[in-house]
């Protein structure tokens, strides 16, 4: 309790800065937003909120285009959405999936971490690491329908989650893949895979930055449902109903007690961490491994 309130407070001291000038977006009525009862579509221009109130859940889209990359405002907009969701009594869950095609989410966005000063470096880390905290240790119940593909960070997002529903295409594949780029997943990443897929397999998928297609991400457990990609959001409704039907405060408790051991490790070193990151970032051979990333990026389109 007393965790929760303390992070409710820093959330919005964290944010007050960042979340200046965002715009709410325009009000709309929708299927998915429970039209019956009038309950409108809300959001930000990045989060897109679809509320059921009537089953007590809203449709988290993400529509951060092109790749749904894990901006500072991105991350800022998210969070309200979240807190906003999390303070009105209506809701007890939440499906977090995304609005552009093929894309669950890119992770982090690496232009925040490139060619940056270091006190946006720090900037945007606690906003990484704070989204990481709010999703994690949300007491609504949050199931991925991650309908694209999920490296590095999108895949931490998904696993952040309760629950996570994959679709079935060989291109959607999913894991912490930062090595890859010449960078080190942090140790809260790697404890939130270990929690997911147990400390060999996650050895291995670290090490090796593998992304996993469906099929296997569901043999190691990175995923726990893997459907035809039509029915991604049907089975994380169903899903949800499930899990909404356990009595509530017996679910929070419980999940809190399976994670609080894991967020307190970061929330007691959470200022390490952050010099960490940033004395990481700054070196030049990190700066040079992330451009030439990027860049090859831009040049497979060529
Ligand atoms: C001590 C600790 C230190 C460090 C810890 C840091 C932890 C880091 C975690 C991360 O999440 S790092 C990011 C890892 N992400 C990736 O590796 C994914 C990179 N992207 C892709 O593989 C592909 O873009 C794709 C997601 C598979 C989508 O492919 P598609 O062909 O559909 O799009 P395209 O590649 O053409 O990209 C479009 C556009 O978007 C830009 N882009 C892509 N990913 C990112 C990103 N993560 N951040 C910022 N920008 C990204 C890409 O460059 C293109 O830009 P352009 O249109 O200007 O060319």
Known sequence: ?????????????????????????????????????????????????????????????MRNPPVNSLSLEFLTELLISLEKLENDKTFHGIILTSDCPGIFSAGLDLTEMCGRKPEHYVEYWKAVQETWLRFYLSNLVVIAAINGVSPAGGCLLSLTC????????????????????????????????????????????????????????????????????????????????????????????????????????LLTERDADIQTFVRFICRDSVQKSLHAYLEKLKQKKG
Not at 32 to 39: P, R, S, T, Y
């Open 1 to 61: 309790m007393a965790l929760a309130v303390g992070m409710r407070v820093l959330t919005r001291a964290l944010l007050r800065p960042w979340a200046r000038g965002l715009r709410v977006a325009p009000g709309r009525t929708g299927p998915a937003a429970g039209g019956g009862d009038g309950m409108r579509c809300f959001g930000s221009p990045r989060v897109l909120v679809e509320p059921d109130p009537a089953a007590g859940v809203a449709v988290v889209k």
């Open 162 to 265: 309760d629950y996570r529903v994959l679709a079935n295409n060989p291109k959607y594949t999913i894991g912490l893949n930062e090595t890859l780029l010449g960078i080190v997943a942090p140790f809260w990443f790697k404890d939130t895979m270990v929690n997911t897929i147990g400390h060999r397999a996650t050895e291995r998928a670290l090490q090796l930055g593998l992304l996993f297609p469906p099929a296997e991400a569901l043999r190691v457990g990175v995923v726990d449902q893997v459907v035809p990609e039509d029915q991604v959001q049907s089975t994380a409704r169903s899903v949800m109903a499930q899990w909404l039907a356990i009595p509530d405060h017996a679910r929070q408790l419980t999940k809190t007690l399976m994670r609080k051991p894991t967020a307190d490790r």
